[in-house]
Protein backbone atom coordinates (compact mmCIF):
# COMPACT_ATOMS: atom_id res chain seq x y z
CA UNK A 1 0.00 0.00 0.00
CA UNK A 2 2.55 2.37 0.64
CA UNK A 3 4.69 1.67 -2.40
CA UNK A 4 1.68 2.26 -4.17
CA UNK A 5 1.10 5.54 -2.75
CA UNK A 6 4.44 6.31 -3.40
CA UNK A 7 4.00 5.48 -6.88
CA UNK A 8 1.21 7.42 -7.04
CA UNK A 9 2.64 10.58 -5.59
CA UNK A 10 5.60 10.06 -7.91
CA UNK A 11 3.10 10.33 -10.75
CA UNK A 12 1.04 12.74 -9.31
CA UNK A 13 4.19 15.17 -9.27
CA UNK A 14 5.29 13.79 -13.26
CA UNK A 15 1.86 15.00 -14.47
CA UNK A 16 2.26 18.71 -12.17
CA UNK A 17 5.52 19.30 -14.03
CA UNK A 18 3.91 18.27 -17.46
CA UNK A 19 1.28 20.67 -16.54
CA UNK A 20 3.50 23.37 -15.59
CA UNK A 21 5.40 22.53 -18.77
CA UNK A 22 2.85 22.96 -20.82
CA UNK A 23 1.58 26.13 -19.48
CA UNK A 24 4.46 28.05 -19.66
CA UNK A 25 5.10 26.84 -23.24
CA UNK A 26 1.44 27.94 -23.73
CA UNK A 27 2.00 31.74 -22.68
CA UNK A 28 5.64 31.78 -24.39
CA UNK A 29 3.39 30.72 -27.54
CA UNK A 30 0.65 33.14 -26.73
CA UNK A 31 2.78 36.24 -26.52
CA UNK A 32 4.91 35.18 -29.33
CA UNK A 33 1.87 34.80 -31.81
CA UNK A 34 0.97 38.27 -30.86
CA UNK A 35 3.97 39.59 -32.29
CA UNK A 36 3.28 38.48 -36.09
CA UNK A 37 -0.07 40.15 -35.87
CA UNK A 38 1.55 43.48 -34.50
CA UNK A 39 3.23 43.30 -37.18
CA UNK A 40 0.27 43.47 -39.12
CA UNK A 41 -0.54 46.61 -37.93
CA UNK A 42 2.57 48.06 -39.08
CA UNK A 43 1.51 46.41 -42.89
CA UNK A 44 -1.35 48.31 -42.84
CA UNK A 45 0.28 51.83 -41.49
CA UNK A 46 2.52 51.29 -44.52
CA UNK A 47 0.09 51.12 -46.66
CA UNK A 48 -2.10 53.52 -45.81
CA UNK A 49 0.65 56.31 -45.39
CA UNK A 50 2.09 55.57 -48.98
CA UNK A 51 -1.49 55.45 -50.34
CA UNK A 52 -2.75 58.77 -48.49
CA UNK A 53 0.53 60.30 -50.15
CA UNK A 54 1.12 62.29 -53.01
CA UNK A 55 2.93 60.02 -56.04
CA UNK A 56 6.34 62.65 -55.51
CA UNK A 57 6.51 61.60 -51.60
CA UNK A 58 5.53 58.16 -51.60
CA UNK A 59 8.61 55.94 -51.42
CA UNK A 60 9.83 58.87 -48.87
CA UNK A 61 6.80 57.86 -46.67
CA UNK A 62 7.39 54.31 -46.69
CA UNK A 63 11.19 54.79 -45.73
CA UNK A 64 9.78 56.88 -43.07
CA UNK A 65 7.36 54.65 -42.02
CA UNK A 66 9.48 51.88 -42.02
CA UNK A 67 12.46 53.78 -39.85
CA UNK A 68 9.68 54.18 -37.23
CA UNK A 69 9.57 50.86 -37.05
CA UNK A 70 13.05 50.02 -37.45
CA UNK A 71 14.44 52.75 -35.12
CA UNK A 72 11.62 52.69 -32.08
CA UNK A 73 12.52 48.45 -31.57
CA UNK A 74 16.09 49.14 -30.46
CA UNK A 75 15.35 52.52 -28.52
CA UNK A 76 12.66 50.34 -26.74
CA UNK A 77 15.67 47.50 -26.14
CA UNK A 78 18.18 50.07 -25.00
CA UNK A 79 15.52 52.18 -22.83
CA UNK A 80 12.28 52.12 -23.02
CA UNK A 81 11.44 48.69 -21.14
CA UNK A 82 13.45 50.26 -18.63
CA UNK A 83 11.92 53.38 -18.57
CA UNK A 84 8.67 51.30 -18.06
CA UNK A 85 9.72 49.15 -14.84
CA UNK A 86 11.04 51.83 -13.06
CA UNK A 87 8.69 55.05 -13.47
CA UNK A 88 5.54 53.70 -12.18
CA UNK A 89 5.16 55.60 -8.84
CA UNK A 90 6.52 58.86 -10.62
CA UNK A 91 10.25 60.67 -11.13
CA UNK A 92 10.71 59.24 -7.30
CA UNK A 93 11.66 56.14 -9.17
CA UNK A 94 10.72 54.18 -5.84
CA UNK A 95 9.24 50.88 -5.43
CA UNK A 96 5.28 50.59 -5.33
CA UNK A 97 3.19 48.31 -3.41
CA UNK A 98 3.56 45.71 -5.45
CA UNK A 99 7.22 45.50 -5.53
CA UNK A 100 7.55 45.22 -9.07
CA UNK A 101 8.84 49.02 -10.18
CA UNK A 102 11.20 51.75 -9.23
CA UNK A 103 15.47 51.63 -9.75
CA UNK A 104 16.05 48.73 -7.77
CA UNK A 105 13.53 46.41 -9.87
CA UNK A 106 14.07 48.17 -13.06
CA UNK A 107 18.12 47.65 -13.24
CA UNK A 108 17.34 43.99 -11.94
CA UNK A 109 15.71 42.87 -14.96
CA UNK A 110 15.29 45.37 -17.69
CA UNK A 111 19.38 46.63 -18.82
CA UNK A 112 21.01 44.61 -21.08
CA UNK A 113 24.60 44.38 -19.41
CA UNK A 114 25.09 43.30 -15.71
CA UNK A 115 23.11 40.37 -14.04
CA UNK A 116 19.82 41.64 -15.49
CA UNK A 117 21.32 41.02 -18.83
CA UNK A 118 19.96 37.56 -17.87
CA UNK A 119 16.47 38.73 -18.96
CA UNK A 120 17.44 40.63 -22.07
CA UNK A 121 18.87 37.78 -24.14
CA UNK A 122 18.41 34.31 -25.35
CA UNK A 123 18.15 32.50 -21.46
CA UNK A 124 16.84 28.63 -21.65
CA UNK A 125 15.32 28.95 -17.97
CA UNK A 126 13.47 31.95 -19.16
CA UNK A 127 10.69 31.50 -21.70
CA UNK A 128 8.29 34.89 -20.70
CA UNK A 129 11.16 37.95 -20.74
CA UNK A 130 11.65 37.90 -24.65
CA UNK A 131 8.05 37.56 -26.14
CA UNK A 132 6.10 39.85 -23.53
CA UNK A 133 9.15 42.47 -24.16
CA UNK A 134 8.79 41.67 -27.87
CA UNK A 135 4.68 42.76 -27.34
CA UNK A 136 5.83 45.70 -25.94
CA UNK A 137 8.15 46.39 -28.37
CA UNK A 138 5.52 46.44 -30.85
CA UNK A 139 3.92 48.77 -28.98
CA UNK A 140 6.24 51.14 -28.77
CA UNK A 141 6.49 50.75 -32.64
CA UNK A 142 3.08 51.75 -33.25
CA UNK A 143 3.06 54.72 -31.40
CA UNK A 144 5.47 55.87 -33.97
CA UNK A 145 3.69 55.03 -36.38
CA UNK A 146 0.27 56.54 -35.68
CA UNK A 147 2.88 60.07 -35.64
CA UNK A 148 4.14 58.86 -39.05
CA UNK A 149 1.81 59.68 -40.87
CA UNK A 150 0.01 62.96 -39.33
CA UNK A 151 3.98 64.51 -40.97
CA UNK A 152 4.08 63.12 -44.40
CA UNK A 153 5.39 64.56 -47.20
CA UNK A 154 7.39 67.76 -45.62
CA UNK A 155 8.83 66.38 -42.54
CA UNK A 156 13.00 65.33 -42.29
CA UNK A 157 13.83 61.64 -42.40
CA UNK A 158 16.27 61.56 -39.39
CA UNK A 159 14.60 64.41 -37.73
CA UNK A 160 11.49 62.50 -38.00
CA UNK A 161 13.65 59.08 -36.93
CA UNK A 162 14.48 61.10 -33.45
CA UNK A 163 10.89 61.95 -32.71
CA UNK A 164 10.16 58.50 -33.59
CA UNK A 165 12.49 57.41 -30.90
CA UNK A 166 11.28 59.99 -28.23
CA UNK A 167 7.95 58.95 -28.63
CA UNK A 168 8.93 54.82 -28.43
CA UNK A 169 11.42 54.89 -25.69
CA UNK A 170 10.25 57.41 -23.67
CA UNK A 171 6.63 59.33 -23.67
CA UNK A 172 4.50 56.80 -24.03
CA UNK A 173 6.10 54.56 -21.95
CA UNK A 174 6.13 56.89 -19.30
CA UNK A 175 2.56 57.35 -19.60
CA UNK A 176 2.05 53.52 -19.92
CA UNK A 177 4.23 53.23 -16.06
CA UNK A 178 2.17 55.88 -14.91
CA UNK A 179 -1.12 54.15 -15.83
CA UNK A 180 -1.22 50.73 -17.19
CA UNK A 181 1.13 49.16 -14.29
CA UNK A 182 -0.60 47.95 -11.36
CA UNK A 183 1.77 50.26 -9.13
CA UNK A 184 1.25 52.76 -11.29
CA UNK A 185 0.38 56.12 -9.25
CA UNK A 186 -2.54 56.91 -11.91
CA UNK A 187 -4.18 53.27 -11.11
CA UNK A 188 -3.05 53.76 -7.30
CA UNK A 189 -4.34 57.11 -6.47
CA UNK A 190 -6.84 57.69 -9.29
CA UNK A 191 -8.51 54.28 -10.37
CA UNK A 192 -7.36 54.99 -13.89
CA UNK A 193 -8.24 51.75 -15.75
CA UNK A 194 -7.49 51.83 -19.73
CA UNK A 195 -7.24 47.91 -20.79
CA UNK A 196 -6.58 48.37 -24.40
CA UNK A 197 -4.79 51.16 -24.39
CA UNK A 198 -7.03 53.98 -25.81
CA UNK A 199 -4.90 57.01 -23.58
CA UNK A 200 -1.52 55.79 -23.16
CA UNK A 201 -0.76 54.24 -26.51
CA UNK A 202 -3.07 56.17 -29.15
CA UNK A 203 -3.89 59.36 -27.04
CA UNK A 204 0.11 59.65 -26.21
CA UNK A 205 0.83 59.33 -29.68
CA UNK A 206 -1.51 61.84 -31.41
CA UNK A 207 -1.03 64.62 -28.80
CA UNK A 208 2.69 63.81 -29.74
CA UNK A 209 1.94 64.10 -33.17
CA UNK A 210 -0.07 66.77 -32.61
CA UNK A 211 2.77 68.89 -30.81
CA UNK A 212 4.66 68.12 -33.78
CA UNK A 213 2.15 69.50 -36.07
CA UNK A 214 1.98 72.99 -34.51
CA UNK A 215 6.54 73.31 -35.09
CA UNK A 216 6.09 71.23 -38.55
CA UNK A 217 3.23 73.52 -39.93
CA UNK A 218 0.97 72.43 -43.25
CA UNK A 219 2.35 71.38 -46.16
CA UNK A 220 2.51 73.97 -49.41
CA UNK A 221 -0.89 74.33 -50.70
CA UNK A 222 -2.92 72.75 -48.33
CA UNK A 223 -4.37 75.94 -46.71
CA UNK A 224 -4.99 79.11 -48.76
CA UNK A 225 -4.31 82.81 -48.02
CA UNK A 226 -8.20 82.85 -46.22
CA UNK A 227 -7.51 79.61 -43.97
CA UNK A 228 -9.74 77.68 -45.81
CA UNK A 229 -8.16 74.01 -46.74
CA UNK A 230 -7.53 72.32 -50.10
CA UNK A 231 -7.79 68.31 -50.42
CA UNK A 232 -4.38 67.13 -51.01
CA UNK A 233 -5.76 63.53 -52.19
CA UNK A 234 -3.47 60.85 -51.92
CA UNK A 235 -2.13 58.56 -54.62
CA UNK A 236 -3.98 55.68 -54.03
CA UNK A 237 -7.18 55.20 -52.13
CA UNK A 238 -8.03 52.22 -52.53
CA UNK A 239 -4.39 51.55 -51.01
CA UNK A 240 -4.98 53.32 -48.08
CA UNK A 241 -8.41 51.31 -47.36
CA UNK A 242 -6.77 48.18 -47.35
CA UNK A 243 -4.31 49.16 -45.14
CA UNK A 244 -6.69 50.94 -42.46
CA UNK A 245 -7.88 46.92 -42.86
CA UNK A 246 -4.78 45.20 -42.04
CA UNK A 247 -4.57 48.11 -39.03
CA UNK A 248 -7.28 45.96 -37.72
CA UNK A 249 -6.16 42.85 -38.31
CA UNK A 250 -3.37 43.55 -36.78
CA UNK A 251 -4.92 45.35 -33.94
CA UNK A 252 -6.30 41.78 -32.49
CA UNK A 253 -2.40 40.89 -31.74
CA UNK A 254 -2.40 43.81 -30.21
CA UNK A 255 -5.42 43.69 -27.88
CA UNK A 256 -4.69 39.35 -27.27
CA UNK A 257 -0.82 41.37 -26.03
CA UNK A 258 -2.81 43.31 -23.64
CA UNK A 259 -4.09 40.37 -21.57
CA UNK A 260 -2.04 38.39 -18.70
CA UNK A 261 -1.93 34.81 -19.03
CA UNK A 262 -2.55 32.91 -16.00
CA UNK A 263 -0.90 30.21 -14.27
CA UNK A 264 2.89 30.58 -14.09
CA UNK A 265 4.61 32.44 -11.65
CA UNK A 266 4.35 36.31 -12.88
CA UNK A 267 0.55 35.90 -13.38
CA UNK A 268 -2.13 37.45 -11.25
CA UNK A 269 -3.91 34.38 -11.12
CA UNK A 270 -4.40 30.92 -12.79
CA UNK A 271 -6.77 32.49 -15.25
CA UNK A 272 -6.56 34.77 -18.14
CA UNK A 273 -6.21 39.20 -16.49
CA UNK A 274 -5.96 42.11 -17.50
CA UNK A 275 -2.78 44.17 -16.79
CA UNK A 276 -4.04 45.58 -13.77
CA UNK A 277 -4.88 42.02 -12.89
CA UNK A 278 -9.01 41.98 -13.06
CA UNK A 279 -10.42 39.32 -14.24
CA UNK A 280 -11.09 39.33 -18.16
CA UNK A 281 -11.53 36.41 -21.06
CA UNK A 282 -10.89 36.27 -24.79
CA UNK A 283 -14.39 35.76 -25.29
CA UNK A 284 -15.33 39.29 -23.75
CA UNK A 285 -12.53 40.54 -26.45
CA UNK A 286 -14.32 38.91 -29.35
CA UNK A 287 -17.42 40.78 -28.50
CA UNK A 288 -16.35 44.06 -27.91
CA UNK A 289 -14.03 44.08 -31.12
CA UNK A 290 -16.22 42.96 -33.32
CA UNK A 291 -19.04 45.09 -32.36
CA UNK A 292 -17.27 48.17 -32.03
CA UNK A 293 -15.29 47.86 -35.52
CA UNK A 294 -19.07 47.56 -36.84
CA UNK A 295 -20.50 50.25 -34.41
CA UNK A 296 -17.63 52.52 -35.74
CA UNK A 297 -17.83 51.71 -39.47
CA UNK A 298 -21.79 52.42 -39.69
CA UNK A 299 -21.10 55.80 -37.57
CA UNK A 300 -18.65 56.99 -40.09
CA UNK A 301 -21.24 55.86 -42.83
CA UNK A 302 -24.01 57.57 -41.91
CA UNK A 303 -21.71 60.77 -41.63
CA UNK A 304 -19.86 60.92 -44.58
CA UNK A 305 -20.92 57.88 -47.00
CA UNK A 306 -16.60 58.36 -47.58
CA UNK A 307 -15.01 54.37 -47.87
CA UNK A 308 -11.80 56.82 -46.00
CA UNK A 309 -13.39 57.65 -43.11
CA UNK A 310 -15.85 54.43 -43.15
CA UNK A 311 -12.25 52.14 -42.25
CA UNK A 312 -11.05 55.15 -40.35
CA UNK A 313 -14.46 54.63 -38.65
CA UNK A 314 -13.24 51.00 -37.79
CA UNK A 315 -10.29 52.09 -35.99
CA UNK A 316 -12.28 54.73 -34.03
CA UNK A 317 -14.69 52.17 -32.92
CA UNK A 318 -11.93 50.36 -31.62
CA UNK A 319 -10.03 52.88 -30.32
CA UNK A 320 -13.42 54.36 -28.58
CA UNK A 321 -14.19 50.80 -26.17
CA UNK A 322 -10.37 49.77 -26.12
CA UNK A 323 -9.84 51.43 -22.27
CA UNK A 324 -13.10 49.11 -21.55
CA UNK A 325 -13.41 46.02 -23.95
CA UNK A 326 -12.84 43.59 -20.86
CA UNK A 327 -15.91 45.23 -18.84
CA UNK A 328 -18.41 46.45 -21.89
CA UNK A 329 -21.36 44.72 -22.74
CA UNK A 330 -21.49 44.12 -26.76
CA UNK A 331 -23.70 46.34 -26.91
CA UNK A 332 -22.80 48.72 -25.57
CA UNK A 333 -19.24 48.46 -26.94
CA UNK A 334 -21.46 49.04 -30.45
CA UNK A 335 -23.03 52.29 -29.54
CA UNK A 336 -19.96 53.62 -27.74
CA UNK A 337 -18.44 52.94 -31.19
CA UNK A 338 -21.14 54.09 -33.15
CA UNK A 339 -21.08 57.49 -31.40
CA UNK A 340 -17.88 57.50 -31.81
CA UNK A 341 -17.74 56.73 -35.69
CA UNK A 342 -20.03 60.19 -36.51
CA UNK A 343 -18.18 62.39 -34.60
CA UNK A 344 -14.68 61.52 -36.08
CA UNK A 345 -15.08 63.78 -39.56
CA UNK A 346 -16.68 66.53 -37.49
CA UNK A 347 -13.90 66.54 -35.14
CA UNK A 348 -10.91 66.15 -38.00
CA UNK A 349 -12.65 68.94 -39.99
CA UNK A 350 -12.53 71.20 -36.33
CA UNK A 351 -8.83 70.59 -36.04
CA UNK A 352 -8.13 71.29 -39.56
CA UNK A 353 -10.11 74.76 -39.58
CA UNK A 354 -7.77 75.69 -36.77
CA UNK A 355 -4.61 75.33 -39.29
CA UNK A 356 -3.74 72.07 -38.41
CA UNK A 357 -2.48 69.63 -41.41
CA UNK A 358 -2.70 66.42 -40.12
CA UNK A 359 -2.69 64.08 -43.85
CA UNK A 360 -4.67 60.88 -42.08
CA UNK A 361 -6.74 61.97 -39.45
CA UNK A 362 -4.46 60.36 -36.76
CA UNK A 363 -4.75 63.15 -34.30
CA UNK A 364 -8.72 62.81 -34.79
CA UNK A 365 -8.70 58.74 -34.66
CA UNK A 366 -6.10 58.37 -32.36
CA UNK A 367 -6.24 61.29 -30.20
CA UNK A 368 -10.19 62.71 -29.69
CA UNK A 369 -11.52 59.32 -29.83
CA UNK A 370 -9.36 57.70 -27.63
CA UNK A 371 -9.92 60.26 -25.10
CA UNK A 372 -13.70 59.82 -26.15
CA UNK A 373 -12.88 56.88 -25.03
CA UNK A 374 -11.04 56.98 -21.94
CA UNK A 375 -14.19 59.01 -20.68
CA UNK A 376 -16.84 57.22 -21.63
CA UNK A 377 -15.40 54.47 -19.54
CA UNK A 378 -15.53 56.66 -16.37
CA UNK A 379 -19.05 57.24 -16.81
CA UNK A 380 -20.34 53.97 -18.15
CA UNK A 381 -18.03 51.36 -15.75
CA UNK A 382 -18.07 54.11 -12.41
CA UNK A 383 -17.35 52.00 -9.26
CA UNK A 384 -15.39 48.88 -11.50
CA UNK A 385 -12.34 47.41 -9.49
CA UNK A 386 -9.74 49.40 -11.39
CA UNK A 387 -7.24 46.74 -10.46
CA UNK A 388 -7.33 43.40 -8.36
CA UNK A 389 -6.75 43.23 -4.38
CA UNK A 390 -8.92 44.32 -1.76
CA UNK A 391 -9.90 48.26 -1.15
CA UNK A 392 -8.27 49.37 -4.48
CA UNK A 393 -8.89 52.00 -6.21
CA UNK A 394 -12.43 51.98 -8.74
CA UNK A 395 -13.15 53.51 -11.97
CA UNK A 396 -14.30 57.32 -11.77
CA UNK A 397 -15.05 59.90 -14.53
CA UNK A 398 -12.83 62.04 -12.55
CA UNK A 399 -10.28 59.61 -12.29
CA UNK A 400 -10.33 59.37 -16.54
CA UNK A 401 -10.68 62.63 -17.03
CA UNK A 402 -7.51 63.19 -14.72
CA UNK A 403 -5.90 60.25 -16.65
CA UNK A 404 -6.40 61.84 -19.79
CA UNK A 405 -5.10 64.88 -19.22
CA UNK A 406 -1.90 63.52 -18.17
CA UNK A 407 -1.90 61.48 -21.04
CA UNK A 408 -2.74 64.43 -23.37
CA UNK A 409 0.05 66.56 -21.40
CA UNK A 410 2.82 63.74 -22.13
CA UNK A 411 2.12 63.45 -25.32
CA UNK A 412 1.95 66.90 -26.45
CA UNK A 413 4.51 68.70 -24.19
CA UNK A 414 7.35 65.82 -25.26
CA UNK A 415 5.90 66.11 -28.97
CA UNK A 416 6.05 70.46 -28.85
CA UNK A 417 9.53 70.60 -27.16
CA UNK A 418 11.44 67.70 -29.18
CA UNK A 419 10.04 68.97 -32.63
CA UNK A 420 10.82 72.54 -31.24
CA UNK A 421 14.88 71.84 -30.74
CA UNK A 422 14.73 69.53 -33.93
CA UNK A 423 13.31 72.75 -35.64
CA UNK A 424 16.19 75.05 -33.92
CA UNK A 425 18.64 72.82 -35.49
CA UNK A 426 17.03 72.96 -38.69
CA UNK A 427 16.09 69.13 -38.92
CA UNK A 428 12.59 69.20 -38.69
CA UNK A 429 11.39 70.59 -42.21
CA UNK A 430 12.58 69.94 -45.57
CA UNK A 431 13.61 72.63 -47.50
CA UNK A 432 10.60 74.48 -49.64
CA UNK A 433 12.29 73.28 -53.04
CA UNK A 434 12.54 70.00 -51.66
CA UNK A 435 9.07 69.88 -50.79
CA UNK A 436 7.52 71.32 -53.97
CA UNK A 437 9.62 68.85 -56.05
CA UNK A 438 8.59 66.01 -54.20
CA UNK A 439 11.08 64.02 -51.44
CA UNK A 440 11.15 61.11 -53.89
CA UNK A 441 13.49 62.54 -56.70
CA UNK A 442 15.43 64.78 -54.23
CA UNK A 443 16.63 61.53 -51.60
CA UNK A 444 15.13 57.98 -52.39
CA UNK A 445 17.39 56.59 -55.35
CA UNK A 446 14.39 54.85 -56.79
CA UNK A 447 11.05 54.90 -58.14
CA UNK A 448 7.75 54.28 -56.99
CA UNK A 449 6.12 53.92 -60.62
CA UNK A 450 8.56 53.79 -62.91
CA UNK A 451 6.06 52.96 -65.82
CA UNK A 452 3.30 55.34 -64.26
CA UNK A 453 -0.14 54.47 -63.46
CA UNK A 454 -3.17 55.16 -65.75
CA UNK A 455 -5.42 58.04 -64.32
CA UNK A 456 -8.80 57.03 -63.71
CA UNK A 457 -12.36 58.80 -65.05
CA UNK A 458 -13.43 61.40 -62.77
CA UNK A 459 -16.36 61.00 -60.82
CA UNK A 460 -19.81 61.78 -62.85
CA UNK A 461 -21.45 63.76 -59.54
CA UNK B 1 59.91 35.58 -26.39
CA UNK B 2 57.37 37.89 -28.61
CA UNK B 3 53.60 37.63 -28.90
CA UNK B 4 52.88 34.81 -30.46
CA UNK B 5 49.18 34.10 -31.33
CA UNK B 6 48.82 30.51 -31.04
CA UNK B 7 49.92 31.10 -27.02
CA UNK B 8 48.61 34.55 -26.25
CA UNK B 9 46.02 34.40 -23.88
CA UNK B 10 42.38 35.05 -25.53
CA UNK B 11 40.53 34.93 -22.40
CA UNK B 12 40.51 38.71 -22.36
CA UNK B 13 38.79 38.90 -25.81
CA UNK B 14 36.53 35.96 -25.06
CA UNK B 15 35.05 37.74 -22.46
CA UNK B 16 33.74 40.74 -24.28
CA UNK B 17 33.10 39.48 -27.60
CA UNK B 18 31.73 35.94 -27.57
CA UNK B 19 28.10 35.59 -26.04
CA UNK B 20 28.76 33.40 -22.81
CA UNK B 21 31.53 36.66 -21.88
CA UNK B 22 31.12 38.18 -18.84
CA UNK B 23 31.36 41.67 -19.82
CA UNK B 24 29.53 40.87 -23.69
CA UNK B 25 26.30 42.24 -22.84
CA UNK B 26 28.03 45.26 -21.51
CA UNK B 27 30.24 45.59 -24.34
CA UNK B 28 27.85 44.66 -27.07
CA UNK B 29 24.93 47.20 -25.72
CA UNK B 30 27.57 50.59 -25.74
CA UNK B 31 28.39 48.87 -29.63
CA UNK B 32 25.17 49.28 -30.40
CA UNK B 33 23.67 52.39 -28.76
CA UNK B 34 26.75 54.56 -29.82
CA UNK B 35 26.31 52.71 -33.90
CA UNK B 36 22.88 53.93 -33.20
CA UNK B 37 23.70 57.39 -32.77
CA UNK B 38 26.41 57.38 -35.45
CA UNK B 39 23.92 56.09 -37.89
CA UNK B 40 21.60 58.72 -37.44
CA UNK B 41 24.52 61.80 -37.03
CA UNK B 42 25.84 60.59 -40.63
CA UNK B 43 22.00 59.73 -42.04
CA UNK B 44 22.00 63.73 -40.96
CA UNK B 45 24.66 64.87 -42.75
CA UNK B 46 23.37 62.84 -46.12
CA UNK B 47 20.15 64.08 -45.85
CA UNK B 48 20.92 67.54 -45.57
CA UNK B 49 23.59 67.77 -48.33
CA UNK B 50 20.89 66.48 -50.21
CA UNK B 51 18.90 69.22 -49.21
CA UNK B 52 21.53 71.56 -50.34
CA UNK B 53 22.06 70.42 -53.71
CA UNK B 54 18.60 70.65 -54.39
CA UNK B 55 18.50 74.31 -53.22
Redesign the interface.
Known sequence: MEEELRLLAERLAELEASAGLTNTMFAEAYYYITIPLMILIHVGFLAYEMGATRMKNVLSSGIKNLLAFA?AL??FY?FGWWVYWAFPTGFSLSAGPNEISGLAYANSIA????ES?QY??PNIADNVSGVVWGAFAMFAATTASIMSGSVIERI????F??LAIILGSFSWVLAAAWGWHADGWLVQSWGVHDFGAAGLVHAVAAFFALGVLINLGPRIGKFNADGTANVLTGHSIPFTVIGLMLIIAGFWGFLMACVVVGGEAWSWSANFTTIYGTPTTLSALAFNILMSTAGGIIGAWVVTRDPFWMMSGALAGIISCASGLDVYFPATAFVVALVAGMILKPAATWLERRGIDDAVGAVTVHGTIGIYGMLALGIIASGYPALTGAGVATVSFVGQLVGSIVFVLIGLVTGYVSSLVLKWL??LR??E??EK?GLDP??VPTQAYPEGIPKSAPASN | MGWNYYTADWSVVADILYPGGAHAPAFWTFVGIVGFVAILWAGNRTEQAKYKMKS
Do not use: D, E, H, S
Request: aromatic share 8%; glycine share 20%.
Open positions: TPAFLGWGAMGQTVGTIGMVPAAAVK
